[in-house]
T-cell receptor
Framework: LAKTTQPISMDSYEGQEVNITCSHN???????ITWYQQFPSQGPRFIIQ?????VTNEVASLFIPADRKSSTLSLPRVSLSDTAVYYC??????????WGLGTSLAVNP | KAGVTQTPRYLIKTRGQQVTLSCSPI?????VSWYQQTPGQGLQFLFE???????NKGNFPGRFSGRQFSNSRSEMNVSTLELGDSALYLC??????????????FGPGTRLTVL
């Protein structure tokens, strides 16, 4: 089961681009990488999922290098409402044991 | 489609009591997982049910149990409540076509307070 490591917290300002990197050194060949967002007292919300290279949707982009040992969630032009905790999960990790603390992103005015 | 619903949203119990929480998954989803989240800790996996069978289980004592019905709705039960059981209990459902890329959809959670 691939273990993920991500920064505990990050600070940013409105309008900036935010990049959150997650390392997953022992990712398995068939594993996908999934990112979730969680606001206080709510359930996590799916943001984006990818396998390799780059994936983009209406809210974020996910960059995955060729070796797939890390991934970067990119949030363009963040606003105050993007203040949340962001979790990086790999493969079946989203259903197992402990998710970890995720990255607490604070967006300042 | 309607999202994952959990009832009740808030619950206050006293030590020693038992509690049952309910989760209705998204229509068509057969996998239901339960998580406990306490302040300062990430989500901790409790168990997963698929087609009425418990498929995975986390590291929680036997006081925590669950079940899934034929319509995929799920319940979890906590007996002999302890103060440390105060937490946000989250339910997530998934359709699960491919495990490695499975996406979970979470409900709003049930906030349990044990006094």
């Amino acid at each position: 089961l691939a273990k993920t490591t991500q920064p505990i917290s990050m600070d940013s300002y409105e309008g900036q681009e935010v990049n959150i990197t997650c390392s997953h050194n022992n990712i398995a060949t068939n594993d996908y990488i999934t990112w979730y967002q969680q606001f206080p007292s709510q359930g996590p919300r799916f943001i984006i999922q990818g396998y390799k290279t780059k994936v983009t949707n209406e809210v974020a982009s996910l960059f995955i290098p060729a070796d797939r040992k890390s991934s970067t969630l990119s949030l363009p032009r963040v606003s105050l409402s993007d203040t949340a905790v962001y979790y990086c999960l790999v493969g079946e990790g989203n259903r197992k044991l402990i998710w970890g603390l995720g990255t607490s992103l604070a967006v300042n005015p | 489609k309607a999202g994952v619903t959990q009832t009740p949203r808030y619950l206050i119990k006293t030590r020693g009591q038992q509690v049952t929480l309910s989760c209705s998954p998204i229509s068509g989803h057969r996998s239901v997982s339960w998580y406990q989240q306490t302040p300062g800790q990430g989500l901790q996996f409790l168990f997963e049910y698929f087609s009425e069978t418990q498929r995975n289980k986390g590291n929680f004592p036997g006081r925590f149990s669950g079940r899934q019905f034929s319509n995929s709705r799920s319940e979890m039960n906590v007996s002999t409540l302890e103060l440390g059981d105060s937490a946000l209990y989250l339910c997530a459902s998934s359709f699960e076509t491919v495990k490695n890329r499975d996406t979970q959809y979470f409900g709003p959670g049930t906030r349990l307070t044990v006094l």
